[in-house]
């Protein structure tokens, strides 16, 4: 990096430093913050595309807006990488999505530029509507802007909060990023003309002015004013062939302008600022801009890993020698239940590469359907298809699957669909954090009626899980499993359906019994054999199935324990430790249960295996813990 561009980068503290430099300034500052993004996640890996296509946007937002006073909400939050350098995180960029380091995603705890929380799509919306309408009941002149991608529009809660925003007072402003052309791109000097016609400060008071006086002389009323306007929209997407959703909404649409362009931007920007009601302004942007890899392929550079900053080249770690991922366990399984039985079919939320369901799309891509961010849809549109004879293995990250809790107990669990529902990245994820771990889906489902609901130990479990899952007449059946890789190196096993509801004796002994649901019931083994070392003898059984549970296990382990240590890698409360308390206390059953799962509060971001010592999930705390009850 040339000299002064690490100078003027190293001057800019804070959005205020920003302010102070000239427009002209601006396209320098642009390169210098990609720059910097490359530089930096080339070795210490995150979301990089996304944020490498919003930095003309960042910078023009923070320039024309008075931030933090004025307010910047962002969508889903993985682009945040230049908002987050802009506004004093520079010298700790360093950190990001490690230990103790900067947050992966825009956090109030972090910082007052944080605006609000995310992680998950499509809140952006209904989160800066909330803001616009306190700012007005407050009598504040604060600018609220929410920025969201094609993609999160997508999902249902954004159009809530777009027909919310049309029908109540609010001054808005709504970016939509469409980085994807989900919308076709207009071209054409007409485009030029109508943008820079109504985004002209000579226009918009000329607008404002006749708008008084008609509404003083009784010609104009709210519902004449609104027809007006979705006249106005349909009028521009006429004249420059940009069909839109929104040219039927009340609400001002502006657009589409090159994202890329700063000072085109900026001068967009300033001239909308002060207008009154809720705006649309369209923009595109290419995701990856400024680095050619990721411009040519977007999806694997969303989070590419470490790589070479000056050749593209990725640093990928592979030894064929290890286990292969939980999700390519799936994908792979997947495809090969569904050459055996033709009603099998494959769904899920944008995330078909994320969770290895491409690998079925391949051959069968009329059989497998990426519904967009809509996790809800994803799951009421497996109970339709469930309910005509198909059986749908509907793959959702866990996190995400918990925007459907409705769907599935509405849609699925009420008329005993046999849906799959294969959440993906459960337990502790890693350096995306508190918004992306699946700690939930476990204490949340377990009071659905109706539910199956199960966790591999392994690769062979999981497959035997799909293959049980796929039987005739199951209902509604949950298969949990972790992000990364396995535990068995030859994973490929002849598939046999599981008896429901049971769990299996790993090994046996006199002094405790340990009750595992999952994969955390190799770290279990690892502890038994510490445990051994000392001489204690320790019974230890995969539950397999949460709901219905093992009460057989369960009435053995009464009678002959004094002490049960349950280990789940879900939320303590409301879990597998939840459930045996529960059984024990109504049989009349006097074994003491000690819980070791999530604790009651969200986990921060870091490496798996810092976050299980963390919250005392490990071997060694594990064994610590059977030694504690053992007696011994």
């Known amino acids: 990096m040339k000299k002064d561009v690490v100078d003027l980068l190293k001057d800019i503290n804070s959005p205020a430093d920003l302010r102070k430099l000239p427009l002209d300034a601006l396209p320098e500052v642009c390169k210098q913050i990609r720059q910097y993004i490359i530089q930096q996640l080339s070795c210490n890996p995150g979301h990089f595309a996304s944020s490498l296509g919003v930095v003309e946007l960042t910078v023009a937002l923070h320039y024309v807006y008075d931030t933090p006073y004025d307010r910047i909400v962002w969508d889903v939050g993985h682009q945040a990488g230049g908002h987050k350098i802009l506004t004093g995180r520079k010298d700790r960029f360093s950190t990001y999505r490690r230990l103790h380091g900067l947050m992966p995603f825009p956090s109030p705890e972090e910082s007052e530029y944080d605006t609000f929380t995310s992680g998950h799509a499509s809140t952006s919306i209904s989160a800066a509507l909330g803001m616009a309408v306190a700012a007005n009941l407050h009598n504040e002149d604060r600018k609220v802007v929410a920025v969201i991608g094609d993609g999160s ?11 919310n925003a049309s029908t109540m007072p609010n001054n808005l402003l709504i970016i939509l990023n469409d980085n994807n052309m989900s919308i076709d791109r207009s071209v054409g000097g007409m485009t030029d003309y109508l943008h820079q016609l109504h985004t002209s400060s000579w226009y918009n008071s000329l607008r404002y ?14 519902e004449r004013k609104r027809k007006i306007l979705r006249f106005n929209n349909s009028l521009k997407s006429l004249l420059t062939n940009q069909k839109n959703v929104f040219e039927g909404m009340d609400i001002r649409y502006f657009g589409p302008l090159d994202g890329h362009d700063v000072i085109s931007l900026v001068h967009t920007l300033q001239s909308i600022k002060g207008m009154t009601g809720p705006k649309m302004l369209h923009i595109h942007t290419i995701k990856g801009k400024g680095f050619p890899a990721a411009e040519k392929n977007a999806t694997i550079w969303h989070a590419p890993g470490k790589f070479n900053p000056e050749t593209g080249e990725r640093l990928e770690s592979t030894n064929e020698d290890e286990p292969l991922r939980y999700q390519d ?24 590469t994320g969770c290895s369901m491409n690998i079925m799309m391949k051959k069968y891509p009329e059989r497998t359907f990426d519904v967009g961010i809509a996790e809800g849809h994803a799951v009421t549109f497996s109970a339709g298809m469930a309910k005509d004879g198909l059986i749908p293995f509907c793959n959702i990250y866990s996190a995400f699957a918990q925007r459907s809790f409705d769907n599935i107990i509405h849609d699925v669990a009420i008329g005993k669909l ?67 890789k396995g535990v068995l190196k030859d994973w490929r096993c002849p598939m046999q359906a599981l008896p429901v509801g049971k769990g299996r004796l790993l090994q046996t002994g006199d002094d405790i019994a340990v009750l595992s649901i999952g994969p955390l019931g190799n770290e279990v083994e690892q502890a038994i054999s510490i445990a051994k070392e000392k001489g204690i003898g320790v019974q230890h059984y995969d539950m397999r199935f949460l709901k219905p549970i093992d009460e057989d296990i369960l009435r053995y382990v009464g009678e002959h324990y004094s002490n049960v240590i349950t280990v789940e890698d879900g939320a303590l409360k409301g879990g597998l430790a939840s459930a045996v308390m529960e059984f024990m206390s109504e049989n009349g059953y006097s074994t003491r249960v000690h819980g070791m799962g999530l604790p009651d509060e969200f986990i921060e971001h870091g490496k798996p295996a810092e976050l299980y010592q963390i919250v005392g999930l490990d071997v060694n705390s594990i064994a610590t813990k059977i030694e504690a009850f053992s007696g011994k």
């Open 153 to 163: 529009m997508s999902g249902g809660l954004a159009y809530e909060g777009l027909n």
């Open 418 to 484: 046999n849906v799959v529902l294969c959440f993906d990245r459960a337990g502790l994820v890693g350096e995306d954090g508190a918004t992306h771990h699946g700690a939930f889906d476990m204490t949340s489902l377990r009071a659905v009626p109706n539910m199956i609901i199960s966790s591999p130990m392994d690769e062979h479990e999981l497959r035997n899980l799909m293959f049980t899952a796929q039987q005739p007449n199951m209902g509604p059946f949950v298969i949990r499993y972790p992000r990364g």
């Open 209 to 222: 002015s006749m708008s008084q006086k008609l509404l003083k002389l009784g010609w104009l009323n709210e």
């Open 329 to 352: 366990v799936f994908g792979e399984t997947l495809l090969e239940l569904a050459e055996a039985n033709p009603n099998i079919v494959g769904v899920t939320p944008a995330m078909p």
